[in-house]
């Protein structure tokens, strides 16, 4: 089982900031900026390009509870960054969908090839 | 009208890749990766912050079209960045909601804050 079935399950702890039955959102272990969330289907897929498009709602569902969740950070003036990583080049490390939600601050990146 | 509505209507040119009754996509001009696509809806949504119930579909829409696209550009193997910027802090640069495919080549990025 993928360590965030495991969260879904509360076999691992983790600082969850919000569920319902499709959904999980949880602070990331390793956050890159002051606010760093993860929201994750509660259904395992493990990456975008493993979307059918009977999971269409559910993506929409995603976006607009990042969208909620941005508000009770309150940062939705100031503005932030969602981002899926999708596969290796990606830099997805867990293989189950997750959206970043990063903010807190005023974030720049460079993001460039490392190959 | 923002610039993204006048590529919507054809007022001004772009390198479209996809183009259906919602939906729009094209190379952004300043491309950060090799592979650098903006998917947009044809409904004027300002940010990601703007949205409505309402939009739930049409966000999962996005997400769906971006791994069509991905697939495509034969980078769903090796992976891909998706990814909205928010607002200021989140670096949106036109008031209009784009999600940026990012991918063909394996990608770093260092997101810190600025301010």
Redesign the interface.
């Known amino acids: 089982m993928c360590i965030f079935c495991k969260i879904i399950k509360k076999e691992i702890a983790a600082a969850i900031i919000y569920e319902d039955d499709l959904l999980l959102a949880f602070e990331d272990a390793h956050p890159?900026?002051?606010i760093h969330i993860l929201i994750i289907p509660k259904k395992h897929i493990v990456?975008?390009?493993d979307?059918e498009?009977k999971?269409?709602?559910?993506?929409?569902?995603m976006?607009?509870r990042?969208?909620k969740i941005?508000?009770s950070f309150d940062?939705?003036?100031?503005?932030?960054?969602?981002?899926?990583?999708?596969?290796?080049?990606?830099?997805?490390e867990v293989p189950h969908i997750h959206l970043h939600l990063?903010?807190g601050?005023?974030?720049?990146?460079?993001?460039?090839?490392?190959?």
């Open positions: 890159i900026a002051p990456s975008i390009d979307l498009e999971d269409t709602e559910l993506m929409g569902k976006i607009l990042a969208k941005a508000g940062i939705s003036e100031k503005g932030y960054k969602l981002l899926f990583r999708v596969g290796k080049w990606g830099g997805q990063i903010g601050a005023e974030l720049t990146e460079d993001i460039h090839p490392i190959k």
